[in-house]
């Protein structure tokens, strides 16, 4: 079995590859190529993935290149793990929407669009340049923002499933405050990437006692203070949101937070020159503890999970991930990407059904829904007229003054990443 990481240079990398190693007999990886444009990176980071490798005993081969197409060519599955532009690029997502009052954040709002303009059109050439080796492989992509980016594959016609680890988070965290094994734990998780709600907690499976009352009840302190949210805002709604819905729940505060301090960009550039330093000391052989700061928890056992499941070597039945709705919310078009507990084979994903949702969740999933609609025939299309009508649709912006300022914001800070620009 052959698999490739495309943004294998990443600080993220170390994380995969330490669950490539312990998880070796769900997913027998005989070789593995990690592909990066930065050769720098990629020397450090390929470095200490071999030696894990070695520490553990895998018998694997880990390849290094910069040269996409040789790195693609035949695997059988390939991970997006890609930032174009950098932390330089993420650093300005997060800062220059503050200047219109408007949240700076790399997924979500002015931000989100950014990135979102940059990578859709990078995502799809590296999806064409796979095709043409194996138009068999598999694409899992953990590029953010997930859900538009994997629409734009599934759209093109890429045999293609998102991931995110807000979900197998969660998962872990409840398995703990119940003391139960994770696999115990069933989220009834629904609606967009970070953009979903743990509208039920079950012991066993999907049909399985609901046990999140108990959960809110005897522990809603803490998951409260996980969330940055009040405790009042969790039991008034009776279900856990996820994170990323502070920036919805509680936009101005979070303004005002953002403007006095350093962009996360800034602290995680800082973060990854010591990890790339301490990926250059041969005496390394394990991920490092800093690196569970970086972000990206328990990633690597989702990213194994989906790809030995896809691959037909094992794997959970039911996975959350990013896929086609096809009817699973029913307000919302069958090609709108959703983010639920999925069956998952060598065929893909098939959404499970879902519980009905209330018109609060239903009603912000719809908007961001055409948000991303808007926001996708941006990047596919391009044009000035097209990032200000996904702007103003966008539920943390939704002003006609706000939508003017930022778009010219967007195109001045992204221009080279822009070809239409």
Not at 30 to 37: N, R
Request: aromatic share 6%; hydrophobic share 45%.
């Amino acid at each position: 079995m052959k698999l490739a990481v495309v943004g294998g240079g990443s600080t993220y990398t170390p994380e995969l590859i330490d669950g490539f190693a312990r998880l070796r007999d769900t997913l027998p990886i005989e070789e593995l190529v990690l592909v990066d444009p930065a050769a720098d990176r990629l020397e450090l980071v390929g470095g200490l993935a071999r030696r894990i490798f070695a520490k553990q005993d895998h018998p694997g081969r880990i390849v290094t290149t910069s040269d996409l197409d040789a790195g693609v060519a035949d695997a059988d599955a390939v991970l997006l793990q890609l930032r174009v532009g950098g932390q330089a690029a993420r650093n300005q997502d997060e800062t220059w929407p503050l200047e219109c009052g408007c949240v700076g954040q790399e997924t979500t709002g002015a931000g989100g669009l950014a990135k979102a303009l940059r990578t859709v059109p990078v995502v799809l050439d590296i999806a064409e340049r796979v095709r043409r080796t194996n138009p068999n492989a598999w694409i899992i992509d953990f590029t953010n923002p997930v859900g538009i980016v994997t629409r734009a594959l599934l759209q093109a016609g890429h045999k293609a499933v998102g991931l995110c680890n807000v979900a197998i988070g969660f998962q872990r965290k409840f398995a703990r405050l119940l003391d139960v094994t994770p696999d115990q734990v069933h989220l009834d998780h629904v609606g967009l990437n970070h953009l979903t709600w743990e509208l039920g907690v079950r012991l066993g499976g999907p049909d399985g006692e609901n046990v999140l009352p108990r959960l809110l009840a005897e522990h809603a302190d803490a998951i409260a203070d996980d969330l940055r949210m009040p405790r009042a805002i969790v039991d008034r709604l009776g279900v856990v949101p996820s994170y990323y819905l502070r920036y919805f729940y509680a936009h101005d505060e979070v303004v005002r937070e953002l403007g006095t301090k350093p962009s996360r960009a800034a602290e995680v550039a800082a973060m990854e020159k010591e990890l790339l330093a301490m990926y250059g000391d041969p005496a390394l052989d394990e991920k490092p503890a800093l690196l569970a700061k970086r972000g990206g928890a328990f990633y690597s056992e989702a990213a194994v999970d989906l790809a030995s499941s896809l691959l037909g070597s094992g794997g959970s039945p039911v996975q959350v991930v990013n896929t086609y709705n096809r009817g699973t919310l029913e307000f919302l078009p069958d090609d709108a990407v959703i983010e639920v507990q999925a069956a998952v084979d060598g065929t893909g994903a098939t959404p499970l059904a879902v519980p009905e949702l209330d018109p609060l969740y239903a009603g912000l999933i719809s908007h961001v829904t055409a948000y991303e609609d808007l926001a996708l025939e941006a990047a596919l299309r391009g044009g000035r007229d097209r990032v200000f009508k996904a702007l103003l649709a966008h539920p943390l912006i939704g002003q006609f003054e706000y939508a003017e300022a930022l778009t010219d914001k967007l195109i001045a800070h992204n221009r080279e990443h822009l070809a239409w620009a």
